[in-house]
């Protein structure tokens, strides 16, 4: 008879998390009971899942002693830091979507389709990239082990909905009389604010940071030339990413577009004869990134540009995770 597991979902009601049921209700996994947490504010609530009605619990540090086999927290960093190792050592596998353990030395940082080997690393805790470095470095590791990659220049423009319910608010109600500003310091509507996260000291962003000390961790490049800056558009789901990408060695556009062709988990479509690119409307709802725009970057020996949309939610988020809980599933590694 073949193994079923359990699974705690946390983080259920809120943005990720309604998407993460929704991947698991297409996904199928060998899961026999799934178990729904979330903060005392939306404990108690009711929701439909798998055509069965479940009630929501409130995340406690007791949660986790019934034993668990996985655990996918999409609840933020707080979060992640006080209970995520709670639940490993009860024997239960975490992956974390927030950015609380990402640069943890003894954290794999994992995107399946990119390095999926380092799954077996986990000391009970794997960590789910942030969204925005997810899709970027899918086409990235394809074209890094080609033409080994010298430097890369990021520029996003990044959904509101990567912002949770109080970005997708002020997109929405943004224009409503007497409304009030609930995540982003200036209206979104018409407008794009370059400051996603806290600004450093440095003059980069979080974001920007974590976008390129993310690249350099899951490329396993930790000298890898890198600048990003990171921009919040009037767009409700799904990240467009403007990636510069200077290579040491030459390649052959054909050559390079067919690598990424014949790569799992991208889509290229790049027809310009026709008006064919990435756009963040077609995205969503599906879990590949599609790559268009390819071409020489005529300013150096060997570059190029592309254009990279996933969505945030999906790839970005929920179903990277889901994909990880798959290949622990797929190689049988659960450590008890």
């Not at 699974?7 to 259920?12: D, E, P, S, T």
């Not at 609840?75 to 950015?99: E, H, L, M």
């Not at 996003?156 to 982003?184: C, H, M, P, R």
């Amino acid at each position: 008879m073949d193994k079923r597991y359990k699974l705690a979902l946390v983080g259920a009601t809120g943005v990720v998390g309604e998407v993460a049921r929704k991947v698991l209700e297409e996904k199928k996994l060998p899961i026999s009971e799934y178990v729904f947490f979330s903060s005392c504010r939306s404990a108690g609530k009711k929701l439909t899942f798998m055509e069965k009605e479940y009630i929501v619990r409130e995340l406690k540090e007791d949660s986790f002693d019934e034993g668990f086999d996985f655990a996918i927290f999409s609840a933020g960093g707080d979060t992640s830091k006080k209970f995520a190792p709670i639940a490993a050592s009860k024997g239960c596998i975490v992956v974390d979507n927030s950015s609380a353990w990402r640069m943890d030395e003894n954290v794999p940082l994992i995107v399946p389709e990119v390095n999926s080997s380092e799954i077996k690393n986990h000391k009970g805790i794997i960590a789910n990239p942030n969204c925005s470095t997810i899709q970027a470095v899918v086409p990235l590791k394809v074209l890094d082990n080609k033409y080994k990659i010298k430097r890369i220049v990021y520029s996003t423009y990044q959904a509101v909905s990567g912002a949770g319910i109080k970005g997708i608010n002020d997109l929405v109600y943004g224009n409503d009389e007497g409304y009030k500003l609930q995540k982003f310091p200036y209206p979104i509507i018409n407008n794009c604010l370059p400051h996603i996260d806290v600004f450093l000291d440095n003059g980069y962003t979080k974001e920007e940071e974590k976008m390129i000390n993310e690249t350099r961790k899951i490329l396993n490049r930790p000298d890898l030339k890198i600048t990003a800056t990171t921009v919040r558009v009037p767009v409700m789901n799904s990240h467009s990413e403007a990636i510069n990408v200077e290579f040491e060695n030459n390649f052959e556009l054909d050559e390079l577009i067919n690598e990424l062709k014949n790569a799992k988990g991208i889509v290229v479509q790049d027809d310009i004869k026709r008006d064919v690119y990435p756009l963040a409307i077609n995205a969503t709802g599906h879990d590949e990134v599609f790559v268009g725009r390819i071409r020489r970057d005529f300013s150096v020996d060997y570059g190029i540009n592309m254009w990279v949309v996933a969505d945030n939610l999906r790839k970005g988020a929920a179903s990277n995770a889901i994909q990880i809980v798959e290949e622990l599933i797929k190689k049988d590694s659960l450590t008890k």
